[in-house]
């Protein structure tokens, strides 16, 4: 399942569709009476107070580092350029980042600390700017991004989210989001409501990547294997809960291009409040995992990566 269908480019275009700075204004007024997220709710955010994920009115940040931990045309050679936003939209019981989105670890940073960052770690060589958690940040980031736009940030920007994401609030980002990253988690109601408070998880997901895939359209790589733009979508697979899998893996192949890439993880480990939930409280097993490939070629889904079993 490796890059059968790659697409391959000599030189990096420039994004058909410029960024339009209404857009952003547009995104501090979502911000105010906080509708970013399908949650909308109504936090009064600029002002300081906070709603559902615990973003009040600045970016909060974990960390910023190079990451090699990534799909190899992410990563690269140099490393993707990552930021660990704190807080989360989705807020998942078995969130292997949990001190972070959960317990809220990071710091508060100002806008042009967020562009100054991104500056930072193209510096020092990094392949794209990876947003990890970025949904509650998003008017911050917007406007990180096109001020450090104006000071040679000319690097791919990758949104690497959850998919619980209003389309309102993709559309804009259209023309600043160079790469979509989303991880499709469940595919039932009561998955999305008892494992994240989101039994609208998977329609509202199945909306974000069909707007995802228009923006951007299906990943594209150079020649040196490193991806500028297009759509990337995860799922890791849960224990005891190979169904939803399998009806995320068919919605891809029904909805999307064959050559869509896919990354299927299976490094799920018990974390958070797991042990709280039986099927969570465990490992994958050999034959989940062995299913789970057996999915990708029952829907002919070929390109992409399968992570080994530890
Ligand atoms: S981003 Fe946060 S405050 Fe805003 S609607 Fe979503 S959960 Fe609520």
């Given at each position: 399942?490796?890059?059968?269908?790659?697409?391959?480019?000599?030189?990096?275009?420039?994004?058909?569709?410029?960024?339009?700075?209404?857009?952003?204004?547009?995104l501090y007024r979502l911000t105010r009476a906080c509708a970013i997220c399908p949650r909308e709710c109504g936090a009064l955010r600029l002002s300081g107070k906070t709603g559902f994920c615990g973003v009040g009115r600045l970016p909060e940040?974990?960390?910023?580092?190079?990451?090699?931990?990534?799909?190899?045309?992410?990563?690269?050679?140099?490393?993707?350029?990552?930021?660990?936003f704190t807080h989360c939209n989705l807020r998942c019981?078995?969130c292997?980042?949990?001190?972070?989105s959960h317990l809220g670890?990071g710091?508060t940073?100002?806008?042009?600390?967020?562009?100054?960052?991104?500056?930072?770690?193209?510096?020092?060589?990094?392949?794209?700017?990876?947003?990890?958690t970025p949904t509650p940040h998003t008017a911050q980031i917007?406007?990180?991004?096109?001020?450090?736009?104006?000071?040679?940030?000319?690097?791919?920007?990758?949104?690497?989210t959850s998919?619980y994401e209003r389309?309102e609030t993709?559309?804009?980002?259209?023309?600043?989001?160079?790469?979509?990253?989303?991880?499709?988690?469940?595919?039932?109601?009561?998955?999305?409501?008892?494992?994240a408070q989101a039994?609208d998880y998977?329609?509202v997901?199945?909306?974000?990547?069909?707007?995802?895939?228009?923006?951007?359209?299906?990943?594209?790589?150079?020649?040196?294997?490193?991806?500028?733009?297009?759509?990337?979508?995860?799922?890791?697979?849960?224990?005891?809960?190979?169904?939803?899998?399998?009806?995320?893996?068919?919605?891809?192949?029904?909805?999307?291009?064959?050559?869509?890439?896919?990354?299927?993880?299976?490094?799920?480990?018990?974390?958070?409040?797991?042990?709280?939930?039986?099927?969570?409280?465990?490992?994958?097993?050999?034959?989940?995992?062995?299913?789970?490939?057996?999915?990708?070629?029952?829907?002919?889904?070929?390109?992409?990566?399968?992570?080994?079993?530890?």
């Amino acid at each position: 399942m490796v890059n059968k269908n790659r697409q391959v480019q000599n030189t990096i275009p420039p994004s058909p569709h410029p960024y339009k700075l209404s857009n952003l204004r547009t995104l501090y007024r979502l911000t105010r009476a906080c509708a970013i997220c399908p949650r909308e709710c109504g936090a009064l955010r600029l002002s300081g107070k906070t709603g559902f994920c615990g973003v009040g009115r600045l970016p909060e940040v974990s960390s910023h580092n190079l990451h090699f931990g990534e799909e190899p045309p992410i990563s690269g050679t140099r490393g993707s350029g990552t930021i660990f936003f704190t807080h989360c939209n989705l807020r998942c019981v078995f969130c292997q980042n949990y001190p972070i989105s959960h317990l809220g670890h990071g710091e508060t940073v100002t806008v042009k600390k967020l562009a100054n960052m991104m500056l930072s770690l193209q510096s020092r060589g990094a392949h794209n700017i990876n947003l990890v958690t970025p949904t509650p940040h998003t008017a911050q980031i917007a406007h990180a991004i096109v001020i450090a736009r104006g000071e040679g940030l000319n690097i791919p920007i990758v949104y690497n989210t959850s998919g619980y994401e209003r389309v309102e609030t993709l559309r804009l980002l259209e023309g600043l989001v160079d790469i979509y990253m989303p991880d499709i988690k469940f595919a039932t109601r009561e998955t999305g409501r008892v494992y994240a408070q989101a039994p609208d998880y998977f329609e509202v997901a199945r909306k974000a990547v069909r707007e995802m895939h228009r923006q951007v359209g299906t990943l594209t790589i150079d020649r040196h294997g490193i991806a500028f733009r297009g759509l990337l979508i995860r799922h890791l697979i849960l224990p005891g809960h190979l169904n939803e899998t399998k009806t995320i893996l068919h919605f891809i192949a029904e909805e999307f291009p064959p050559n869509t890439y896919i990354s299927l993880m299976s490094q799920y480990f018990p974390a958070y409040r797991s042990h709280e939930f039986p099927n969570l409280s465990r490992y994958l097993s050999k034959p989940e995992y062995e299913k789970a490939k057996g999915y990708l070629k029952m829907f002919h889904l070929e390109t992409g990566w399968l992570q080994e079993m530890k």
